[in-house]
T-cell receptor, first 114, second 115 residues
Framework: NAGVMQNPRHLVRRRGQEARLRCSPM?????VYWYRQLPEEGLKFMVY????????ESGMPKERFSAEFPKEGPSILRIQQVVRGDSAAYFC????????????FGQGTRLTVV | KQEVTQIPAALSVPEGENLVLNCSFT??????LQWFRQDPGKGLTSLLL?????REQTSGRLNASLDKSSGRSTLYIAASQPGDSATYLC??????????????FGQGTRLTINP
């Protein structure tokens, strides 16, 4: 079991470009959570998805950010027209069900906006 | 709105010492509380999970306690080693209905163990 896989590990974008971050959950997991960690801060919840559904996006910025988890393939966190303040580490976690308490996190994608 | 606070923000101790990291949360209605370890540039490793009905959990040299009524948890590390140097994060889960992995994290305690 390869665990939760995130790619790329590091991503550099110029201001105004788009960033696409991918998260492949553990085998058998159909629930994905995305978190953002700004420099020197703790992780903040962004969005919770189940296959083909957004369950809770209460932590997502209202503009430029979107997420999806298609029936096939990884979950994608998309940031349009990136700004310097988007520079952060983005982590995803997966679980098999809504009640699962054991947390499996990916290694994160470190986004740098120049 | 649940808020999680960790004290101290940073801690540096000599190797071999026993130490305590503190975590407090504002809403006692939690599903569980977890302690994680984060190494620089790396992901999160789950260390201990305490269900809301439990008082403590132990794994090797680590012991975590939970006092829901007072909104506090402590992580006790015995006989610290340089390899324990990392950032330790405390996180609470408000409930399974919202998704058990919708966690609220503290800002972490950066621990340095000096040889």
């Amino acid at each position: 079991n390869a665990g939760v896989m995130q790619n790329p590990r590091h991503l550099v974008r110029r201001r105004g470009q788009e960033a696409r971050l991918r998260c492949s959950p553990m085998k058998g997991h159909s629930h994905v959570y995305w978190y953002r960690q700004l420099p020197e801060e703790g992780l903040k919840f962004m969005v919770y998805l189940q296959k083909e559904n957004i369950i809770d996006e209460s932590g997502m910025p209202k503009e430029r950010f979107s997420a999806e988890f298609p029936k096939e393939g990884p979950s994608i966190l998309r940031i349009q027209q990136v700004v310097r303040g988007d520079s952060a580490a983005y982590f995803c976690a997966s679980s098999a069900g809504k009640r699962d308490t054991e947390a499996f996190f990916g290694q994160g994608t470190r986004l740098t906006v120049v | 709105k649940q808020e999680v606070t960790q004290i101290p923000a940073a801690l540096s101790v000599p190797e071999g010492e026993n130490l305590v990291l503190n975590c407090s949360f504002t809403d006692s209605a939690i599903y569980n509380l977890q302690w994680f370890r984060q190494d620089p540039g790396k992901g999160l490793t789950s260390l201990l999970l305490i269900q809301s009905s439990q008082r403590e959990q132990t794994s090797g040299r680590l012991n975590a306690s939970l006092d829901k009524s007072s909104g506090r948890s402590t992580l006790y590390i015995a006989a610290s080693q340089p390899g324990d140097s990392a950032t330790y994060l405390c996180a609470v889960s408000p409930g399974w209905r919202e998704g058990a992995q919708k966690l609220v994290f503290g800002q972490g305690t950066r621990l340095t163990i000096n040889p």
